[in-house]
């Protein structure tokens, strides 16, 4: 079990660019999930996935924002136009049902 | 709409004494709620799940406690240690599957 794997760990990058996350859940789970985590606040819900198909997305996710996860395996989680606004740690689970399990996190950083 | 509140947001405590953490839920149909902690830069462990046909779940130094009809969940750490000093998180899921609602957290830390 190597659990729950985010890429890369940290991301700086100019306002205006596209960035792209890349997250692998542990190998047997069909449930994947993605939050956003600003500093000194929870996460927040931002889209899942059961398998391959996108169930649900946040208000948060503004058209800017785009997930995918092909062949119900790695997602990847772009954002198109970076604004500042966009700097925060984002959070990848998964979930065989119940419990989710989280990764390290990717933090971006928009200057 | 869901709302999970922890207060205090941050609480400091020497080294042997027992950690209340409080987290309160508006809505009651929940379907489990989850313990996690969260060390400075580093993403989420969970801790403990209680299911909501549960009144609690023990761990070790940790023990939860959930009553859904007063919106309330506690997390009892015994005996506290310098190790412990995190951010504490608790989420609530409305049906399995779904996505978690989470806290503001609570910032611990356990004084040597």
């Known amino acids: 079990d190597t659990g729950v794997s985010q890429d890369p760990r940290h991301k700086i990058t100019k306002r205006g660019q596209n960035v792209t996350f890349r997250c692998d859940p542990i190998s047997e789970h069909n449930r994947l999930y993605w939050y956003r985590q600003t500093l000194g606040q929870g996460p927040e819900f931002l889209t899942y996935f059961q398998n391959e198909a996108q169930l649900e997305k946040s208000r948060l996710l503004s058209d800017r924002f785009s997930a995918e996860r092909p062949k119900g395996s790695f997602s990847t989680l772009e954002i198109q136009r970076t604004e500042q606004g966009d700097s925060a740690m984002y959070l990848c689970?998964?979930?065989?049902?119940?419990?989710?399990?989280f990764g390290p996190g990717t933090r971006l950083t928009v200057t | 709409k869901q709302e999970v509140t922890q207060i205090p947001a941050a609480l400091s405590v020497p080294e042997g004494e027992n950690l209340v953490l409080n987290c309160s839920f508006t809505d009651s149909a929940i379907y489990n709620l989850q313990w996690f902690r969260q060390d400075p830069g580093k993403g989420l462990t969970s801790l403990l799940l209680i299911q909501s046909s549960q009144r609690e779940q023990t761990s070790g130094r940790l023990n939860a406690s959930l009553d859904k009809s007063s919106g309330r969940s506690t997390l009892y750490i015994a005996a506290s240690q310098p190790g412990d000093s995190a951010t504490y998180l608790c989420?609530?899921?409305?049906?399995?599957?779904?996505?978690?609602?989470f806290g503001g957290g609570t910032r611990v830390l356990v004084k040597p």
């Open positions: 689970a998964s979930s065989p049902l119940y419990e989710q399990y």
């Open positions: 989420a609530s899921i409305k049906a399995a599957g779904n996505k978690l609602t």
